[in-house]
């Protein structure tokens, strides 16, 4: 079985390939009534599409949506939602090499070594080309968790981190990075245009945070809210590393350091800490869930590698095509996209469980 498919109450299926006609999602779980239009999902795909600047890949895709079904008079009918983005700028002729020898760091021999066959044109299925889906069934999430928001940035490319004493929200949008330190998008200007023009890459952590997710939403063991994160997060292309929290650093704290201290508040308890990033004993606490994502630098790069043939010949490839200089740039849209799928879920599951209770 090949898993194409995520979530359990409110649950969305991808498909396509990079250089097929088309690729989309099916929405199934969401609940009737709500309003929603393409207009309501294009702003996120818009944000994710190629093409806006230098610092991402050259292929023109529109990524214009069509919703096909799932929808009437502007209203979900509660049966499944199907989206539709057209590929219009393919070029598979970039590809001719890849046919005969596996791309370094790329999933050219493991789909191979598994199906015994691989669309080589911009890896098919395994291209980053996937999360436009993704991106347009999160857009469908959101309006189920209108009490939720969620944002993400850039805080680190090639190593350099922001400044977090620089942090402004409003300047995640005033620049090609999504990044909320000004004086660090310019230092990235730079660095993201040598490795462009060297034909190489660079790797990026993406932080993201959700505010407004009620105390309650998650599981003890088997749907804990932090793992269903991890497991989103994951699932993402050329993403290596997930932290909730604080993450690897919570092993060098001590317990009195680790501890996130409560006192009444009004509403319930005031956190003076938030170290667990929202979420303890895979239930969210009320406090803002807090992930940070690691993305390996875009294995398609100009150097020639070493490496096989599919006869298992020793030869060298340097990839040609269109390719993202740093592939977790565009990476912000598609975690909001995944935590919102995730958040969906996990309030369709808490209302199953709990009905009209903490809701």
């Known amino acids: 079985m090949s898993v194409n498919s995520f979530g359990r109450v409110f649950r969305f299926t991808t498909w396509g390939e990079s250089h097929g006609p088309a690729i989309g999602a099916v929405v199934d779980g969401c609940p009737p009534g709500l309003a929603l239009t393409e207009a309501d999902i294009q702003p996120f795909l818009d944000a994710r599409r190629p093409g806006t600047s230098r610092f991402t890949t050259q292929r023109r895709e529109p990524d214009a949506v069509r919703i096909l079904s799932g929808v009437f008079k502007g209203r979900t009918t ?7 983005i057209e590929n219009v700028d393919q070029r598979s002729k970039d590809y001719s090499e ?54 993400a940035w850039v805080e680190a490319i090639g190593g350099d981190a922001i400044d977090y004493a620089r942090f402004d929200a409003a300047e995640i949008g005033r620049n090609p990075f999504f990044c909320p330190d000004a004086e660090a998008a310019v230092r990235w200007e730079a660095l ?42 994951m699932s993402i292309n050329a993403v290596k590393g997930v932290e909730i ?3 690897f650093a919570a092993a060098a704290l001590s317990g009195e350091e680790n501890a996130d201290p409560m006192r009444p508040g009004e509403d319930g308890p005031r956190f003076l800490a938030n170290h667990a990033g929202g979420i303890a ?28 043939t599919r006869e298992g010949e020793a030869t060298t490839l340097a990839t040609r095509g269109r ?21 969906a879920d996990q309030k369709l599951l808490h209302r199953a469980q709990c009905g009209g209770i903490n809701l």
């Open 78 to 84: 509660g049966t499944p939602i199907s989206l539709m």
């Open 98 to 151: 890849v046919a005969q020898a596996y791309r370094p760091g790329h999933a050219d021999y493991a789909y191979d070594a598994k199906y015994g066959f691989r669309d080589y044109r911009g890896g098919g299925r395994s291209s980053a080309r996937e999360t436009a889906s993704r991106v347009a069934a999160g857009a469908v999430a959101r309006r189920v968790i209108p009490e939720v928001t969620i944002t």
């Open 192 to 233: 993201v245009d040598r490795a462009r023009k060297a034909g190489s890459s660079l790797g990026a952590v993406v932080a993201c945070e959700a505010t407004g997710v009620p105390a309650g939403w998650g599981a003890p063991l088997y749907a804990k809210l932090d793992s269903e994160l991890a497991a989103a997060a």
């Open 245 to 247: 929290g604080d993450g």
């Open 281 to 308: 004993g895979g239930i969210a606490t009320g406090q803002p869930v807090r992930l940070r994502v690691a993305f390996k630098p875009t294995s398609s790069i100009l150097t020639p590698m070493e490496t096989i």
């Open 323 to 343: 390719h993202d200089p740093c592939v977790g740039i565009r990476g912000v849209p598609v975690v909001e996209a995944m935590v919102a799928l995730v958040l």
